[in-house]
Every structure is written in C-alpha cells, then in structure tokens.
C-alpha cells in the first residue's frame, strides 16, 4: 500500500485512498482467512465482487428502515441483486473448499489457514452439532464480510 502511494506521489498522479484502502483490507483478510490473495490489480473478480456487496449493504434498504416496506426492495432490485452476489460467493466458496479438500488430501498444504481448521473441525467431529459445508461457507462469510 505504502508502494502505490509512494509511486503515485512521485508520479504526481491523483489515487484514491479508499479504494487503496478497501483493497488492503480484502487482501489482508483473504491471507489470513482463506490463505491466499485475492489482488484486484490483475482484474480478478473477487475484488470486483466484494465491492459490489459492500455498495448494496452499505446502501440504503427501505425494508431495514420500514419493515412494512420490505416489497419496495424486491420491486427495485435490491434483493435480486444481493441474491446474485451471494450466489457467485457461494459457488466462489464451494470451489475454495474443494481446493483445500484437494491440498490436504495431496500433503500439500504447509500453512494451515482459517479455512483449514475448519475442515479439520468438520472432519474431526468433535463438535456437539453437525457442521455441515454450508455452515463453514457462512462463517466464512461472515468473517470476510460482516454486515452492520
């Protein structure tokens, strides 16, 4: 981050610090939690896509505001296009999982990422509930993106 501002600087061209920002943050979380990066400079979709779901939640949302009003949201879009979001997550997710099912069962994971411990929790069935794939892609979901 401090390279692109440094250069930026020196090539008196103008940057957008919050763009800058948002795409740190993304790049932080996704190492820590998926254990691998998701750069949007190279055009991946990622960082397009989690652009796009944090504009929709951040906007405004008639149903949030008045509960009555909930239908306004449907009408306009909104839902729609949150649902679409959430599907090229979810299949994002589904994809990721098989990867890390795949590394493990090859030995070829070294670092154990967030996701990791998961599929060990998942495998190991020690917890007191089953932890189902979807369970894991919605904690993953919610780590990455927590709503308001």
């Known amino acids: 981050m401090v390279e692109k501002i440094q250069t930026a600087c020196l090539s008196e061209s103008p940057i957008d610090l919050s763009e800058l920002l948002i795409l740190t943050s993304n790049n932080i979380m996704c190492r820590s939690i998926l254990g691998q990066k998701f750069d949007d400079e190279d055009g991946s979709w990622f960082g397009e896509t989690a652009k796009e779901l944090m504009v929709q939640v951040m906007s405004f949302s008639f149903g949030d505001m008045f509960p009555a009003s909930r239908w306004i949201d449907s009408l306009r879009g909104y839902i729609a296009h949150l649902k679409a979001i959430f599907s090229r997550f979810d299949k994002f997710y589904d994809q990721l999982i098989d990867e890390h099912k795949t590394a ?9 990422d967030f996701v990791d411990i998961l599929l060990q929790i998942q495998n190991d069935g020690a917890l007191d509930f089953e932890f189902t794939k979807e369970d894991l892609k919605a904690l993953l979901q919610v780590c990455l993106y927590p709503t308001p």
Not at 104 to 112: A, H, N
């Open 104 to 112: 493990d069962r090859e030995g070829k994971t070294i670092k154990k």
